[in-house]
């Protein structure tokens, strides 16, 4: 597995790169937001960590330049812990949020849990097959969707999301379920981190966001989708 890390704090990317590399990750580091851009233009990385104030171009710039060419899981890291900024992560695609200063044994579990459920994936090949529901269409083999037959890029996190309840029409799951499942350990982030991903579906796959059709809520409760 190749791994890109980019920060500012020399000192903490040799940390990272030294921990994971312990790890057995293959560990590519750079210092700015427009080398980050670069780097996971020109390398084929498995995932990202990025910080979220770097020199050049900051960390959420450099995350929207780069979900313009590649879906692969992003981890922002960050010294500001206001929600706020975590939701505009989320905004600019990231697909988790670490605030600083960290244990690096979370880090390390974050890094296998994004790992994991992008591998699982992939080696979904021939089982996954194609899923639809009214004009939404997902493909779970390429991991690509549709909206009306034209094409929708979703990050990482946002298609684990949207593929969970596709398979599952009907079935009301809680924020704290989402979390669990589609974040792929406990998690223990702000369940409105489920209320942006939810958003940006809509947005992505609806029709009329503001009346949404299939990606509904229950109140109280929390998110489904709708069946047949």
């Known amino acids: 597995m190749k791994i890109l890390v980019v920060d500012d704090e020399k000192v903490l990317v040799k940390g990272i790169k030294f921990n994971l590399e312990s790890e057995g990750y293959q560990v590519e580091t750079g210092y700015d937001g ?27 710039q450099a995350c929207m330049r780069i979900r313009e060419f590649s ?31 960290f244990n690096i ?3 390390k ?23 639809t529901m009214g004009h939404i269409t997902l493909d779970a083999d390429a991991r690509a969707a549709w909206k009306d037959g034209q094409s929708v890029e979703l990050t990482a996190k946002e298609f684990d999301l949207i ?8 079935r009301v799951y809680s924020r704290e379920n989402l979390l669990n499942v589609v974040w792929g ?3 223990a ?9 939810i958003r940006r579906l809509r947005e992505k796959l609806e029709l009329d966001p503001a009346n949404p059709q299939y ?7 929390g998110y489904y989708l709708k069946g047949n």
Request: aromatic share 6%.
């Open 34 to 60: 427009e080398e980050a851009v670069e780097l996971a233009r020109s390398g084929n990385f498995d995932l990202i960590i990025l910080d979220l104030m770097m020199p050049k171009i900051d960390g959420l």
């Open 163 to 170: 593929e969970l309840l596709l398979r599952n029409p009907g």
């Open 215 to 221: 990606i509904l809520t229950k109140w109280g409760v």
């Open 185 to 187: 350990y406990e998690y």
């Open 105 to 107: 044994l979370e880090l």
């Open 189 to 197: 982030g702000d369940y409105r981190t489920v209320d942006v991903h």
């Open 109 to 131: 579990a974050r890094v296998r849990a994004l790992l994991r459920r992008a591998g699982m994936a992939a080696q979904q090949k021939g089982g996954g097959g194609k899923l």
């Open 71 to 101: 879906n692969v899981p992003v981890i922002m890291l960050t010294a500001r812990s206001e929600d706020t900024d975590k939701i505009i992560g989320f905004e600019c695609g990231a697909d988790d949020y670490i605030t600083k200063p």
